[in-house]
């Protein structure tokens, strides 16, 4: 680690609460954030809106650093009204770093793009509803629409939502899920016919070992370090897999601990700590798998593979084939490491394994998941508690969204469901993802894009590309809390369509509503707000899809009567439950304290796949883990002599997904700059460059087009040899839209081939001194 940018001991601890009640403080609403931090995640309360983390009910304070960040970040007082945009044109607007835009304040009454001024300006709701129903009316085809969805968006408004696009005609239904998580629903729908998780929060107190893969808990899941930093303290073994040394998974003071928060003493979370290359986890567990059926034959849970699975003889062969040489060469991990981390799964009785966005982000996601997958069908390690998979999602409801129908390829039972229920067709065709949906757009082919939530122009890959793609759209509408890089990709007609937040109240006809979120582990439970709005000319999400849904087809051209929807959520609830399996009584049971739990087939060894039964999945490791670009980064290497590396995109301390609420990444000792490429200090060696100096970063690809980003300032840090790291979305301009997962579609940004060049203007300085 870098002697100018020195990492903390230990993660959490009073540094976390500082500056927890710094931003608290900072919302200019101080007073109300206090109370609401009270009531995240609490019965009475409301769900927070970061991380789609579990409930734990141990402890008075039920929120983490980044959920008093996302609260303070919503509930503040400081808006964003007609005022400021006769203040700031559009163009003037763009100028601006996606900090300052959100730092605005809360959206506080609806806006159109005016193309002759440039501006944004007034327009009433029900004139933006019949702006939006007269375009779409208008579209010679429904799948000239795209409706993008984000995790934040509650179950009501999402089944309605979803509910909406197919009355009018489409699946195209892009999510943020098709960025982030979509290769773990694709891999475990095929290995064990369910898209989800099997694991619970309470198996992680009976787990004798838990396996971190490709994650960062303490800086995109702080909740997750009390269950890691418990497991640990009774003995668990927990084992890591991140390309970079991240202090949390080294050592993590808990705040809810007096001992931790006030003295130096921390809890060691990593049994073991190892650092693949990028791309190379698959390698690593192939290796796990390959050292127990080699030297563990009593961790190989025959009894259990006859029983449940297919396919075990094809692994086993290719098992067989694969060497270590090979291994170890794509993992960047040496044998004996390996060695050591297969020891521990083998003779560990219950065992889960977590993953997020450093193993789903690559070129082959899905069959790195599927090899988490083939490691507890070989040992048995599903269906038992404190055994089985968590991939660990993102948003507070992404996972909620895709059990609502946020889908572009909803099964045929979802479809059968819908039918059987409103008693009409509705379209069965695939739609469109968001590397489909950006494509549309870019070639014209979509017209209108509706985002609910998000900021898909900052969140999608090849920046440029996306852009242009969006700008295309003959109407951009965006439903939005704060302003953010998304509502400037207009060229003809936008509205930006300002909604509640999480925290604050949503009074309808019926009265006071409350919505339904569904978290990481299954768990669906109610959400109530508790703040006055920002705005009176703010409405929830729920109320205006209604709205545009009954502007679009009125009562006559369906059999729903939209804005009783609106008016009483409890009748959404009750559409929910006739039409999608798990959800019945759900106005009744999400009245129980902790909510209530989905039903997991795979949890309770029942395979919803063809065959009946858990799949093995026998694919071999990669040629290369950039295999689009392979074949020129090594003829870029050959003819210029230039060192090629692999960049990873992340997030910082001080951001979630897109929201940067800060400058700093405490965690990995950054201060006051986001513009930072991390690297192995031999590797700058060798290029002669020196820490702090300026860099520019080119990206790679077969399509001949230069993808490049300007003065990022070089950080020494404990990565491998030739592999680097800088944020997200500075970096996203790099990541070429057509290098995606294979089957997933999701763009490959933790695995980027690129090159280095000192900042030209900085070596014309320095040579003139």
Not at 110 to 135: C, V
Not at 149 to 159: Q, V
Not at 243 to 270: H, M, R
Not at 531 to 543: G, H, V, Y
Request: net charge positive; glycine share 6%.
């Amino acid at each position: 680690m870098s002697k100018l940018h020195k990492k903390p001991q230990k993660a959490g601890g009073f540094a976390s609460v500082q500056s927890s009640f710094k931003h608290v403080l900072q919302s200019h609403r101080a007073k109300d954030n206090i109370k609401n931090l009270l009531r995240v995640n609490q019965t009475d309360g409301f769900d927070c809106p970061g991380c789609a983390w579990g409930d734990s009910k141990e402890g008075k304070f039920q929120f983490c650093e980044n959920g008093a960040k996302a609260v303070a970040w919503e509930a503040t007082n400081k808006i964003v009204d007609s005022a400021f945009f006769a203040k700031y044109s559009v163009k003037q607007l763009a100028q601006k770093s996606d900090y300052w835009l959100e730092y605005q304040g809360r959206l506080a009454e609806p806006m159109r793009y005016n193309k002759q001024t440039g501006h944004y300006e007034p327009i009433s709701w029900q004139q933006a509803f019949k702006l939006i129903a007269d375009k779409l009316n208008s579209l010679e085809t429904p799948h000239q629409a795209e409706f993008y969805t984000s995790g934040r968006a509650s179950n009501e408004a999402s089944y309605l939502y979803q509910l909406f696009a197919r009355f009018y005609g489409t699946n195209n239904l892009p999510d943020c899920s098709n960025m982030c998580h979509e290769a773990s629903g694709i891999a475990l729908n095929k290995a064990i016919g369910v898209g989800k998780g099997t694991v619970v929060l309470n198996d992680f107190d009976q787990a004798n070992a838990i396996f971190v893969f490709g994650q960062n808990p303490g800086t995109n899941h702080p909740r997750m370090m009390n269950a890691l930093r418990k497991s640990a303290k009774k003995g668990s073994k927990i084992v890591s897999f991140n390309n970079l040394k991240e202090v949390a998974l080294e050592k993590f003071a808990s705040p809810q601990s007096p001992t931790e928060l006030l003295t130096p003493a921390a809890t060691q979370i990593s049994h073991q700590y190892l650092t693949p290359k990028l791309g190379g986890d698959m390698a690593a567990i192939r290796g796990m798998a390959k050292y127990i059926i080699e030297n563990e034959p009593n961790a190989v849970n025959l009894s259990f593979i006859e029983q449940h699975t297919q396919a075990f003889n094809d692994y086993l062969q290719t098992i067989k084939i694969t060497n270590w040489a090979t291994i170890e060469i794509q993992s960047g991990l040496s044998q004996a490491e390996i060695t050591q981390a297969a020891k521990v799964f083998a003779n560990s009785e219950r065992v889960i394994s977590c993953w997020a966005m450093g193993i789903t982000q690559h070129k082959h996601s899905v069959d790195t998941i599927q090899e988490i997958v083939n490691l507890h069908l070989l040992t048995g390690q599903m269906g038992k508690a404190g055994a089985g998979l968590c991939p660990v999602r993102g948003h507070s409801n992404v996972q909620g969204n895709r059990t609502m129908g946020i889908n572009e390829k909803p099964s045929a039972e979802f479809i059968d469901n819908l039918e059987r229920y409103f008693k009409r067709a509705f379209i069965r065709e695939a739609g469109h993802n968001v590397y489909q949906a950006l494509k549309a757009l870019a070639q014209k082919q979509s017209k209108v894009l509706i985002a609910l939530g998000g900021n898909l122009a900052a969140a999608a890959p090849d920046t440029d590309f996306t852009y242009k793609a969006m700008q295309n759209a003959e109407l951009n509408v965006q439903i939005s809390t704060k302003l953010n890089r998304s509502h400037l990709m207009v060229s003809t007609d936008g509205l930006i369509l300002p909604c509640l937040g999480r925290t604050e109240l949503d009074v309808q006809q019926a009265g006071l509503q409350k919505i339904t979120v569904e978290d990481t582990f299954s768990m669906v439970h109610a959400s109530t707000g508790m703040s006055e709005p920002i705005s009176k000319l703010c409405l929830s999400e729920t109320d205006i899809v209604a709205q545009i849904a009954h502007a679009t087809l009125g009562n006559n051209k369906s059999s729903l009567d939209w804005l009783s929807l609106r008016d009483d959520y409890a009748k959404v609830r009750v559409l929910i439950e006739n039409t999608i399996d798990g959800f019945k009584d759900l106005n009744q049971k999400i009245e129980q304290p902790a909510g209530f739990h989905l039903h997991n087939s795979a949890a309770n060894l029942k395979w919803n796949t063809p065959s009946k039964r858990a799949r093995f999945n026998a694919s071999q490791l990669p040629q290369s883990v950039i295999s689009d670009c392979s074949s020129q980064a090594k003829a870029i290497s050959a003819q210029n002599q230039q060192t090629v590396f692999v960049l990873q995109s992340l997030r910082s301390h001080d951001q979630y997904n897109t929201t940067v609420y800060g400058m700093d990444d405490r965690y990995r000792g950054i201060k006051g700059k986001r513009n930072v490429l991390f690297i192995n200090p031999k590797d700058a060696q060798a290029l002669n460059l020196t820490e702090e100096q300026l860099v520019d970063i080119q990206s790679i690809c077969n399509d001949n087009k230069t993808r490049q980003v300007k003065n990022f300032s070089l950080v020494f840090y404990d990565i491998p040899a030739g592999n680097l790291a800088a944020y997200y979305p500075e970096t996203n301009p790099l990541v070429p839209i057509e290098s995606v997962g294979i089957d997933s579609q999701t763009p490959t940004s933790k695995s980027i081939p690129v090159i280095l060049k000192a900042t030209e203007s900085q070596s014309i300085k320095l040579q003139s001194l």
